[in-house]
């Protein structure tokens, strides 16, 4: 003989659903201050490996613009071959606007230019994918 099923009784408590959890908050909302060196630098070296390139040397530095010389904020990189890069931030904000400039070794930059402009939002996924895609333009990245 089955067990009899069980109705729900008139009156008896729902539970309450679980309340959702808060989205994790994005890297790009951390302040510039740590987002650039704790977050983004590893993802750049990281893409850049990946990418074939060689093991680059990255930092942050607040520094003369290449080309201009106004200060600015910058992801300044260097690749074996004395090659440089300077990716440029017009204040401490990623939303900011942006330019990059290249040098081959022994040689300073000529021409700053406009980075990510088309962009309504900058993330960490496009800073990191269009520098690299800017270095493998020049040639400098994998088996060109």
Same mark, same amino acid.
């Given at each position: 003989?089955? @067990?009899? @099923?069980?109705?729900? &009784?008139?009156?008896?408590?729902?539970?309450?659903?679980?309340?959702?959890?808060?989205?994790? +908050?994005?890297?790009?909302?951390? +302040? =510039?201050?740590?987002?650039?060196? /704790?977050?983004?630098?590893?993802? %750049?070296?990281?893409?850049?490996?990946?990418?074939?390139?060689? /093991? +680059?040397? #990255?930092? #942050? /530095?607040?520094? +003369?613009?290449?080309?201009?010389?106004?200060?600015?904020?910058?992801?300044?990189? /260097?690749?074996?071959?004395?090659?440089?890069?300077? #990716?440029?931030?017009?204040?401490?904000?990623?939303?900011?606007?942006?330019?990059?400039?290249?040098? @081959?070794?022994?040689?300073?930059?000529? %021409?700053?230019?406009? =980075?990510?402009?088309?962009?309504?939002?900058? &993330? %960490?996924? #496009?800073?990191?994918?269009? &520098?690299?895609?800017? %270095?493998?333009?020049?040639?400098?990245?994998?088996?060109?």
């Amino acid at each position: 003989m089955s @067990e009899p @099923e069980s109705l729900p &009784t008139a009156g008896a408590p729902k539970a309450a659903p679980a309340p959702k959890a808060a989205p994790a +908050p994005k890297p790009e909302d951390q +302040p =510039f201050a740590s987002f650039v060196p /704790e977050v983004l630098l590893p993802a %750049l070296a990281s893409e850049i490996r990946r990418y074939g390139g060689p /093991e +680059p040397s #990255l930092r #942050l /530095e607040q520094a +003369p613009m290449p080309v201009v010389g106004e200060l600015c904020w910058q992801v300044v990189g /260097e690749l074996p071959g004395a090659r440089r890069f300077w #990716l440029c931030f017009t204040r401490d904000d990623i939303q900011a606007p942006k330019t990059i400039a290249v040098a @081959e070794a022994g040689a300073d930059p000529s %021409l700053l230019e406009s =980075f990510l402009i088309d962009e309504k939002k900058t &993330t %960490l996924a #496009l800073l990191v994918s269009r &520098t690299v895609q800017r %270095l493998n333009g020049q040639k400098w990245l994998g088996p060109n």
